[in-house]
């Protein structure tokens, strides 16, 4: 059995959003090419789970600071 890579995977040219089931840590991130279908998604999802809006990714990094991850203070 080899070993596990180390390197985020990358993530392909597009919209994101990241459900999350409530107090159970990191959700699952999904993808949609254009924005409208991104706004579908989320209010289809808005009524189950916890939908966060990561926002639009381009050549491996986000375009919208909302999808940053925030840094931890010490």
Do not use: C, W
């Amino acid at each position: 059995m080899a070993r596990p890579s180390l390197k985020p995977p990358k993530l392909k040219d597009g919209y994101y959003i990241e459900l999350s089931g409530g107090s159970h840590g990191r959700g699952i991130k999904i993808h949609r090419e254009t924005k409208k279908e991104i706004d579908h998604l989320m209010e289809q999802y808005n009524r189950m789970r916890d939908v966060t809006y990561l926002g639009q990714m381009k050549d491996g990094k986000f375009l919208d600071d909302k999808g940053k991850p925030k840094k931890k203070k010490r």
